[in-house]
């Protein structure tokens, strides 16, 4: 456990993996200098350097005002706003709309005093990402298929694992393949009135941790007959079976 907290905290080895998501985006002929680009959950910043070398503008997210001077000091040119960015997406109104929208999402329950427990993963905030989105935009987020629990918090584990099963529905949340976590977001999406124009996922922590890449473009239908959380258990064995044949 020791030797996974130790991989979890190599900036190094996430950095690189974030050039693998930029590449793969140019291999699908975007232009990453034309893009206006948000990082939900700043945090120090490390991850969104390359991005936001990248792109025309940056804008970051962050609830611990402590760290605003050191993310001015990394990004001079970005808007930084201090805020809960769960709460302000909820509320948000704002005309500025983003192409590229990077969700550097904590991996388990969250929170801040009293609420330390408050939120989990992307769970609370993906609902609202369509606020942000003009006619199309490319969303990153992080999906957690293989989550490991540290022994001292076991309380907090207990409620992780049932805010997973709550979302994803009654399957096997600890082990959860590639191609059912596709399908369940694509048809999240198009719940959303978001249709999916290319998806692809990268590894930042092999076998725990993915990016999930998703090019959106919003329609003007939003299916109310979608497939519920609950009823994915009859999919994922399928998808799993066929990984290799139809991936």
Not at 156 to 162: A, D, F, T
Not at 210 to 223: E, P, S
């Given at each position: 456990m020791k030797d996974i907290a130790k991989t979890i905290s190599n900036n190094n080895m996430f950095s690189l993996r974030i050039n693998q998501v930029l590449d793969f985006?140019?291999?699908?002929?975007?232009?990453?200098?034309?893009?206006?680009?948000?990082?939900?959950?700043?945090?120090?910043?490390q991850n969104d350097i390359a991005v936001a070398?990248?792109?025309k503008t940056f804008e970051i997210w962050e609830i611990d005002g402590k760290l605003k001077p050191k993310l001015e000091k990394k990004f001079p040119n970005a808007k930084i706003e201090i805020c809960n960015s769960i709460e302000r997406l909820s509320q948000?109104?704002?005309?500025?709309?983003?192409?590229?929208?990077?969700?550097d999402n904590p991996i388990s329950v969250f929170g801040t005093g009293k609420n330390s427990s408050e939120y989990c993963e992307h769970f609370d905030m993906i609902k609202n990402v369509g606020k942000l989105i003009g006619n199309e935009a490319i969303v990153i987020f992080l999906v957690n298929k293989k989550p490991f629990f540290f022994n001292k918090l076991k309380k907090?584990?207990?409620?992780?694992?049932?805010r997973r099963q709550e979302f994803y529905g009654n399957i096997n949340t600890?082990?959860?393949?590639?191609?059912?976590?596709?399908?369940?977001?694509?048809?999240?999406f198009r719940n959303m009135g978001l249709t999916?124009?290319?998806?692809?996922?990268?590894?930042?922590?092999?076998?725990?941790?993915?990016?999930?890449?998703?090019?959106?473009?919003?329609?003007?239908?939003?299916?109310g007959d979608s497939l519920?959380?609950?009823?994915?258990?009859?999919?994922?064995?399928?998808?799993?079976r066929n990984q290799s044949d139809n991936f």
């Open positions: 985006l140019k291999t699908k002929n975007v232009v990453l200098e034309k893009l206006n680009a948000i990082e939900i959950f700043g945090g120090v910043g070398k990248s792109v948000y109104q704002n005309t500025s709309k983003f192409d590229l929208i990077m969700i907090k584990n207990e409620l992780w694992r049932k600890n082990d959860m393949s590639i191609p059912f976590l596709t399908s369940f977001y694509t048809e999240l999916t124009i290319f998806t692809n996922s990268i590894s930042r922590h092999d076998p725990h941790l993915d990016y999930f890449i998703f090019m959106l473009r919003k329609n003007d239908i939003q299916y519920k959380t609950f009823d994915w258990i009859s999919l994922d064995p399928l998808f799993s």
